[in-house]
């Protein structure tokens, strides 16, 4: 059920959640995104749950990042804008924003609005130390709208396919768009990812680290590729080699000290 929240009083949406010990960071990676970029922030504040917000300008040739520090001077909300001179990937967007994070937890947010910032509140909602990482499901409920079957959720079905045969652990989306971690946890997983295999390398770590991974479902609007998708099917194949690459690779040594990250959230059983 989701819970009584104001979309304009952090504070009570924190009492609300029960996790005042929560701190958010919302690392946005985006490129070329100046159409959406203005609303995802707006989006993003009202919510009154994001105690941070780092934009990460990957490289893009349109007005994006000016954008967010225009609106982050006209609105007087913190917000860190970090500048690639190169495009490098959503991967490597997200390992640089990563750099800035002070909140005690961090999610990741798509920067055109496929997503809801809405439904952050839903991830935060069930973050306990029962489940410490919370996904954001684009299948659960019925929260696909459009095509039953996209040449997209075939490749997310083939992904969750492996992701079962590989590590024993079943998702309904692999390659979630919001996914909410504790901080030290995502740094110390030392990720390599430059381009979409962000999620298939962070999933498979946290499989193979017997981290419990809790899905919600949350809104989707899919774009198509004419809207300014980017996607690509070889990024498809990326992935499914990240899963393998990562089943056999050794973990980093930080990620294996788990007892430092898994501990109870203040006010939490």
């Known amino acids: 059920m989701s819970p009584n929240v104001s979309t304009t009083d952090p504070a009570a949406n924190l009492a609300v959640l029960h996790l005042s010990a929560v701190t958010l960071s919302v690392i946005i990676p985006a490129f070329n995104e100046a159409a959406t970029i203005e609303a995802v ?45 190169r495009n490098l990937g959503k991967g490597r967007a997200i390992r640089s924003g990563l750099e800035f994070v002070t909140g005690s937890h961090v999610v990741i947010q798509d920067a055109d609005l496929e997503c809801d910032p809405t439904d952050l509140i839903r991830l935060l909602a069930v973050l306990n130390h029962d489940a ?73 770590k946290l499989c193979r680290l017997n981290w419990p991974i809790v899905e919600v479902p949350v809104k989707y609007h899919p774009r198509s590729a004419a809207e300014g998708k980017k996607l690509q099917i070889g990024d498809g194949f990326v992935a499914i080699l990240s899963l393998l690459r990562w089943r056999i690779s050794p973990l980093p040594p930080a990620a294996l000290r788990r007892q430092v990250f898994n501990q109870p959230l203040s006010g939490q059983s």
Not at 161 to 187: I, V
């Open 41 to 85: 922030l707006d989006g993003v504040w009202r919510t009154g749950v994001a105690h941070q917000i780092i934009l990460v300008d990957d490289g893009g040739t349109d007005q994006t990042g000016p954008i967010a520090s225009r609106w982050a001077e006209r609105t007087g909300r913190p917000v860190i804008v970090v500048t690639h001179r």
């Open 132 to 204: 410490p990482v919370v996904y954001g499901s684009r299948y659960l409920g019925g929260s696909f709208k459009r095509t039953s079957w996209t040449w997209n959720r075939l490749g997310v079905s083939l992904l969750n396919a492996m992701l079962w045969s590989l590590y024993g652990r079943s998702l309904s989306d692999e390659a979630a768009c919001y996914k909410l971690l504790p901080t030290p946890l995502l740094k110390s997983l030392d990720l390599r990812c430059r381009r979409f295999e962000f999620c298939p390398e962070v999933t498979a």
